[in-house]
């Protein structure tokens, strides 16, 4: 019968399956036992029932095998938010903060330091760093100055996500990092790790005022204008100047950066200065342009002060800001200019208006660059629309 179905149906014939509770039961029975991922050793026993405060007590495990193991396997399951919530509870944060200062293993320490950045960018993670007696801030501390490189680079990330949070970075204060970083702008080797120490020094002065006010007292002002002064890498001068511009918000710090001559340093960033010198020939246009733009932020906040703006037109503020302006007017013109290209010309248009309001700067800008700045004061951006009307205004201001 069964065949005489399958030939009236057009179906090529095929032998009839077996029917019956044996038959079909056999595919919940019969199989066989397949070796998992790991091997079936002391790690391998987590798995199963309550495998987080088992992998949690291996992580401090004295056996340096297992111990690594497991910091592995837990960096690979804390991608996971659900994993994130399983582990914290079970105690992981106090566990990793022993494993991050292993004395004589340098790679538990990277494989610990490592597993505290996903923890850090968690809500719930991050809450139990910072509390009380588990808190991960001066185990952090202590390791950004670890004699490893990964060790360092690992902690400054974990330092700079704790920074972004208002609790974090009060607690990071207190603790000491300001002084500390401070410190490793001038003692830190590494480049890439030197990048994260003026980001996370930043970050501190950014989100709380204290942490600012304490930079400046321990002369953070000085260390970056003497670090940008050595042409550090790109991404350094970029952060270095992001720095500087959130030290020199009041005037005696203003003329504090003057007075240490880094004015001359901004304008070559920002382009071309007054002695035609060019920085960063060799490097890629875009990152030319993020240290431009980060130079033009700090170069805002110097000018607002009047010797500041004097000195700068002295030295060629103009003719380093006016080759900005024809970018942005062809962009606008082709329909191009929007947030994500016109920060730039924003914080150019931001130094044009300090500018302005000195004499010579006003004339030179009248003559340079305000037939190009006009068709921008109407700019779709509302961004850049706003700032350059604030810009022609001043240049077209008479007494």
Avoid at 126 to 145: I, K, N, T
Avoid at 160 to 170: E, H, P, S
Avoid at 194 to 216: F, H, K, N, P, T
Wanted: charged share 25%; hydrophobic share 45%; aromatic share 2%.
């Amino acid at each position: 019968m069964h065949q005489v179905i399958r030939k009236r149906q057009g179906l090529p014939w095929a032998p009839e399956e077996p029917k019956g509770l044996a038959a079909n039961s056999a595919h919940v029975v019969g199989v066989a036992v397949r070796a998992g991922p790991f091997p079936t050793d002391e790690l391998g026993s987590a798995y199963g029932a309550r495998e987080h405060p088992k992998l949690v007590k291996q992580v401090t495990s004295e056996d340096d095998a297992l111990r690594r193991k497991a910091l592995e396997h837990v960096c690979e399951m804390l991608r996971s938010a659900r994993e994130i919530a399983s582990f914290v509870p079970a105690g992981l944060v106090p566990a990793l903060n022993i494993s991050a200062e292993h004395s004589s293993d340098a790679e538990t320490r990277a494989l610990a330091t490592a597993a505290l950045l996903p923890l850090a960018r968690d809500l719930h993670g991050r809450g139990h760093m910072l509390e009380g007696e588990s808190s991960s801030v001066p185990v952090l501390l202590r390791l950004a100055c670890d004699t490893e490189p990964r060790v360092r680079g690992n902690s400054l990330a974990v330092l700079i996500q704790l920074g972004k949070d208002v609790t974090g970075a009060r607690l990071l204060i207190s603790g000491g990092c300001i002084k500390l970083l401070v410190r490793r702008c001038v003692e830190e080797d590494e480049p890439q790790n030197l990048i994260s120490v003026i980001a996370a020094l930043r970050m501190a002065m950014d989100v709380q005022q204290e942490g600012l006010d304490e930079g400046i007292k321990e002369g953070a002002i000085a260390t970056i204008c003497k670090l940008l002064e050595s042409r550090p890498s790109v991404h350094a001068c970029e952060q270095g100047f992001y720095a500087l511009a959130t030290l020199t918000v009041g005037g005696p710090e203003k003329t504090a950066a003057l007075e240490l001559g880094i004015m001359k340093l901004m304008l070559t960033m920002v382009g071309v200065d007054a002695d035609g010198d060019r920085e960063f020939p060799g490097e890629p246009p875009e990152l030319v342009h993020r240290v431009s733009t980060a130079a033009l932020a700090a170069l805002m906040s110097l000018t607002i002060a009047d010797e500041c703006k004097m000195e700068a037109v002295r030295l060629g503020a103009v003719k380093a800001l006016v080759p900005l302006v024809a970018p942005a007017l062809e962009a606008e013109l082709g329909g191009n200019l929007d947030y994500r290209n016109s920060t730039q010309f924003a914080n150019a248009t931001k130094c044009i208006a300090n500018l302005a309001e000195h004499p010579l700067g006003r004339s030179k800008l009248k003559a340079a660059a305000l037939m190009d700045l006009k068709p921008l004061a109407d700019a779709a951006e509302p961004i850049v629309q706003k700032h350059t009307a604030i810009a022609v205004e001043k240049v077209e201001w008479m007494p």
